[in-house]
């Protein structure tokens, strides 16, 4: 597989064409056609303001493709991954009842089902079969809906795409539900490398079989529009002879595949008129216009998006949520994720993983991109600020972004600052009570060095003082404002900054910034090259003082009982199997956790490294047989050593684990007690956890340097 020139930006096309498809079909998913024409008329733009609901929403649309992918690097990017492997991410990265799917209910909703099967160690794809859920479950849309990123890492290769839809559809859907995500996976792939419509769908249909309900149903698609210009006559048609009342269960593949071929004929690839004509069109609005969104994006570019009617790209600024249980890739952005696919594009096509700007984690090097960054607004801020993505001003790359502030006045800031951690406690409740909550982890952790490159315009007339910020949730979840150290910038000039996160005590934080002040009234601009940061956190999470509840949403909740009104600061109950709270990211690698833990009642409990989600992680444990356990959960649980330890309910015993590099260290009460060195399939990186099994477990803080 040979990766086209421009592989990278069209994948970006892609991924901003599926969140927007996503946040413009959202606010009336499930609405009618007679309803959206009669409340919204044509969907021309996003409508979420006249609705009173936000424009960046968590969804499973977005956060199953973006996640289920994962499966790919995590099997060691080989192109012998099987359907049961896909099915193992799944058990890892959901948290039951909580992330990514519609959790509604075995034999009413087709994903909950398949998880359901999985969790009882049935395999996919057995897991998601006609013969075990029967057809109409089976033949649902969400293998459709999860497919898009498949398709992308297989760029003009057709062939690939197709089976590897088959391989991760076949986790929880079969039959029309397969065949129709297998057409959608190779127009994605092919439109790669084919723009011709026509030539595109021609294509696509040889890959399933001639005699399936979505071969026949996408040619009577194609023979009406040929003959009817009138796309409204055309979703009559389909209405008539495909819709809901023709198939079973609550959302089937059949009727939604047919809005998506419509309206990608009849708005002939124009990215507005497709959009418009399938969200028009009603039922699943939001995956028919981001499973269309994402085609169009491939097959136009980035011109395609810039160019055809409205601003779609500034509202979003490229904003993303992938809430699972790997929290550190929560809060994202659509870059971040361009490069995920992208890499394991090249990686299965045999080429070197790409990393701009020596790996920064904001570094603007697509056409664009803000990667989050937005002007601040607060009662300090005075002037304009404007952000642009502009050439130039790199020393590694070949752009950066461009703050532009004018009028700022004398004691007031310029500032532009990017999301780390959930936006706000009301974002937090909003997202919980809709049904996606947004279980997210911080970015950014005390004791780590961030890093940025600032430089200010050659045509500034005057300095300005600059600094890195950070926001962090303070007292009653209120946002503190935490400066950096500062530096005068003459026009012209080039600021390294550096600056260690101070102490939070245990509060997270919740955004990222630069800020500009001056002591005269100034216009002018600074270009912000790149902003990272690295090394292992130095932090005592516990509960702060005066805390409202956003120290509290930092740890994603994979624990049957979690609540605030304990006197500890975690107090863990699970009823049945394993339960993990989880906190950092993956590019935690070397470090030690300590935690004293009380366990009241458990079959086992203790605390984790190196966690990758609900099944990927290393835990010592105190084990109610009397011994401490170092586990190694990787596609199933692995005693790597253990060793008897007198222990007791109700007592306190302090924990310490240690990772570095393959070396795996476990101490009780100051005395270590296993050492092991895991050379096969270690895990290298991720964040900490409290583990408990089957009972109930309590710690007052949990330590990590």
Not at 450 to 470: E, H, I, K, M, S
Not at 639 to 654: N, T
Request: with cysteine.
């Amino acid at each position: 597989m040979s990766l086209p020139q421009d592989y990278v930006e069209r994948v970006y096309a892609g991924v901003l064409g599926k969140i927007i498809g996503v946040y413009l079909g959202r606010p009336f998913e499930g609405w009618s056609h007679e309803r959206i024409q009669r409340e919204l008329g044509e969907v021309h733009y996003y409508v979420h303001e006249k609705l009173g609901v936000p424009l960046i929403v968590t969804d499973d649309d977005i956060s199953g493709t973006f996640t289920f992918l994962r499966a790919v690097p995590d099997y060691g990017n080989s192109l012998d991954l099987t359907p049961a492997q896909i099915g193992q991410s799944w058990l890892n990265y959901l948290i039951e009842r909580r992330t990514i799917l519609w959790w509604g209910g075995l034999g009413n909703s087709t994903e909950h089902t398949a998880y359901m099967r999985l969790k009882q160690g049935i395999p996919a794809p057995q897991s998601g079969s006609i013969a075990l859920n029967g057809k109409v479950v089976a033949e649902q849309i969400g293998a459709q809906i999860f497919i898009d990123g498949w398709a992308m890492v297989a760029p003009g290769d057709p062939a690939l795409a197709v089976d590897l839809a088959r391989r991760a559809g076949s986790v929880s859907h079969d039959g029309e539900a397969i065949y129709g995500a297998q057409v959608l996976a190779a127009l994605e792939s092919l439109a790669f490398v084919e723009s011709d419509i026509d030539k595109l769908l021609d294509s696509a249909v040889q890959f399933i079989p001639h005699d399936s309900v979505i071969y026949r149903m996408i040619g009577d698609i194609r023979g009406w529009h040929a003959n009817e210009p009138d796309w409204r006559k055309t979703r009559e048609q389909i209405a008539a002879r495909y819709g809901y009342d023709k198939y079973g269960g609550n959302c089937h593949m059949v009727p939604n595949h047919a809005l998506i071929i419509h309206a990608l004929l009849h708005g002939g690839g124009d990215f507005q008129r497709s959009l418009m004509i399938v969200n028009t069109c009603g039922w699943d609005t939001d995956c028919n216009s981001g499973n269309l969104g994402c085609l169009l994006g491939i097959r136009n570019g980035l011109a395609g998006l810039d160019l055809s009617g409205p601003d779609w790209r500034g509202p979003v600024a490229d904003r993303m949520y992938l809430p699972t249980a790997d929290g550190g890739r929560a809060i994202t952005d659509a870059v971040q994720e361009t490069f995920e696919v992208v890499n394991i594009g090249r990686v299965l096509a045999g080429e070197a993983p790409l990393t701009p700007k020596e790996g920064a984690r904001f570094h603007f090097e697509l056409p664009g991109a803000v990667q989050g960054f937005q002007p601040e607004e607060s009662s300090e801020v005075r002037g304009v600020v404007t952000l642009e993505n502009v050439m130039g001003h790199s020393e590694q790359g070949a752009r950066s972004l461009a703050i532009h502030y004018r009028a700022l006045a004398p004691g007031r800031a310029a500032r532009a600052a990017t999301p780390l951690f959930t936006p706000s406690v009301e974002v937090a409740r909003y997202f919980s009570q809709r049904g996606y909550a947004l279980l997210a982890s911080p970015l950014l952790y005390p004791g780590q060095r961030v890093r940025a490159a600032v430089t200010a315009d050659g045509t500034n007339v005057l300095p300005v003082r600059a600094n890195l910020y950070l926001q962090v949730y303070g007292e009653n979840d209120a946002l503190t404002l935490v400066r950096g150290p500062e530096a005068d910038l003459t026009p012209g000039s080039r600021e390294l900054f550096e600056w260690t996160v101070p102490d939070s005590g245990g509060l997270p934080i919740a955004s990222v910034g630069i800020e500009a002040r001056s002591d005269t009234h100034a216009n002018g601009t600074l270009y912000l090259d790149y902003l990272t940061w690295e090394g292992t956190p130095q932090v005592t999470f516990q509960r702060p003082a005066a805390a409202g509840e956003m120290w509290r949403h930092a740890w994603v909740n994979g624990i049957d009982q979690y609540e605030h009104r304990w006197p500890e600061s975690f107090r863990l109950a699970q009823n049945e199997g394993r339960g993990l709270l989880m906190t950092g990211t993956r590019a935690w690698c070397d470090y030690t956790v300590q935690a004293t833990v009380r366990p009241h009642l458990v079959k086992s409990g203790g605390i984790a490294a190196r966690v990758q989600g609900m099944r990927r992680f290393y835990a010592l444990l105190l084990c109610a047989d009397g011994m401490v356990r170092l586990v190694k959960a990787l596609d199933g649980d692995q005693v790597l050593a253990e060793a008897p330890l007198d222990w007791h309910f109700g007592g306190d015993y302090d924990l310490r684990l240690t990772v570095q590099g393959q070396m795996i260290v476990g101490f009780v009460d100051g005395r270590e007690v296993v050492r092991v060195m895991d050379n096969e399939r270690p895990l290298t990186g991720g964040g900490i956890a409290l583990v408990v099994e089957e009972g109930r477990m309590a710690t007052e803080a949990v330590r990590v340097e």
